[in-house]
């Protein structure tokens, strides 16, 4: 059975930094695309950042240059390293897969093409 399990979240002050990871099991993670989701309170699910197989990623217009996405493929654990948080990143944060390896080089962030979801980690940023 298919499992993505996130932590690493928690609250942080503005301008801080927080490093989430998801660990995946049942799923051939060598071979899919990974992504982070957030959702704040109010507003739709966006997506934040996605990287391929081959390690090819692609982020959020909102989160360049202050967020990365990165994966160990030894250790089934995807990362999202998030730097100068401000107060509209506080979101649940959520992790995704894909069976499309090369997903994250065409339109990542629509939700239907990820397969497999996490149950979220909550990133809380005060001002």
């Known amino acids: 059975q298919v499992q993505l399990v996130e932590s690493g979240g928690g609250s942080v002050q503005s301008g801080g930094s927080l490093r989430l990871s998801c660990v995946a099991s049942?799923?051939?993670?060598?071979?899919?695309?990974m992504g982070w989701f957030r959702q704040a309170p109010g507003k739709e699910r966006e997506g934040v950042a996605c990287?391929?197989?081959?390690?090819?990623?692609s982020h959020a217009d909102s989160v360049k240059g202050r967020f990365t996405i990165s994966r160990d493929n030894a250790k089934n654990t995807l990362y999202l390293q998030m730097n100068s948080l401000k107060p509209e990143d506080a979101a649940l944060y959520f992790c995704?897969?894909?069976?499309?390896?090369?997903?994250?080089?065409?339109?990542?962030?629509?939700?239907?093409?990820?397969?497999?979801w996490g149950q979220g980690t909550q990133v809380t940023v005060s001002s």
């Open positions: 990287i391929g197989s081959s390690g090819s990623s």
């Open positions: 049942g799923v051939d993670y060598v071979r899919n695309s």
């Open positions: 995704a897969a894909s069976s499309i390896y090369d997903l994250c080089s065409v339109s990542w962030s629509r939700q239907y093409a990820w397969h497999y």
